[in-house]
């Protein structure tokens, strides 16, 4: 869903910074990194009503796979919390996170991974969106770019070596995020998708772990470490 839809690196050296707070806002301790405009986080039970309602709107939808509800209900947010948080004790690692604002600490978006399987299992998908009401303000941008550092941070080479992301055509606004963030678009499927009653052609974007070593420290003003 690209708004569509431990450590052996360099990486694992940076420090997810948490930089002066702005704002009255406390940033907690379970976030994963923060940026200048938002922080990263799991999901918690308390989300249930705020993701249903940003989540609830055709412009998010509209870039998302079919198996993205619209409408978008509670029982479908419930469905949700029950993949996106993992059971205790299940050992099974959080792939996916709440993005939420730096100024106040309200639910924008999200971001996960998903890995692929058989011989592509070292490539790991990105899915992420930000809701209407946080929209053009760089937070897609900066969660994308501190989420790829501290996911290459997390799990080593050779379980993750590349981050993938696919983009509907038409969808600018997710495009410009990937390019920011140092992705590069590796071709097209053409009239591979249909949405909405539209046969679209599908982007596919790509980052190796190299790519990501070679920006540096801090990139965007977020470092990363390993938790």
Avoid at 53 to 58: L, T, V
Avoid at 84 to 106: K, M, N, T, W, Y
Wanted: hydrophobic fraction near 40%; charge should be negative; aromatic fraction near 8%.
């Amino acid at each position: 869903m690209a708004s569509s839809s431990l450590p052996s690196s360099s990486l694992s050296s940076s420090a997810a910074a948490v930089l002066p707070s702005t704002s009255s806002h406390a940033i907690p301790e379970t976030a994963i990194f923060v940026t200048d405009t938002c922080y990263v986080r799991p999901w918690e039970a308390t989300d249930l009503e705020a993701s249903a309602a940003a989540s609830n709107d055709p412009e998010v939808a509209r870039w998302m796979r079919d198996t993205f509800p619209s409408p978008y209900t509670l029982e479908d947010g419930r469905a949700w919390l029950r993949i996106a948080i993992p059971e205790p004790g299940s050992g099974q690692p959080a792939l996916h996170f709440v993005i939420a604002s730096r100024d106040d600490g309200a639910f924008a978006g999200a971001v996960g991974l998903r890995p692929r399987a058989d011989v592509q299992a070292r490539t790991w998908e990105l899915g992420y969106w930000v809701g209407r009401r946080h929209r053009g303000r760089g937070l897609a941008t900066d969660a994308v770019r501190g989420f790829v550092r501290w996911a290459f941070a997390r799990w080593a080479e050779p379980e993750l070596i590349r981050i993938q992301a696919e983009v509907y055509e038409g969808n600018a606004g997710s495009a410009a995020v990937l390019r920011k963030t140092g992705f590069v678009e590796e071709g097209v499927l053409r009239r591979a998708v249909t949405k909405n009653g539209r046969v679209l052609d599908l982007h596919v974007w790509g980052l190796l772990r190299e790519e990501v070593e070679g920006q540096g420290k801090g990139e965007g003003g977020v470092e990363v470490e390993a938790r």
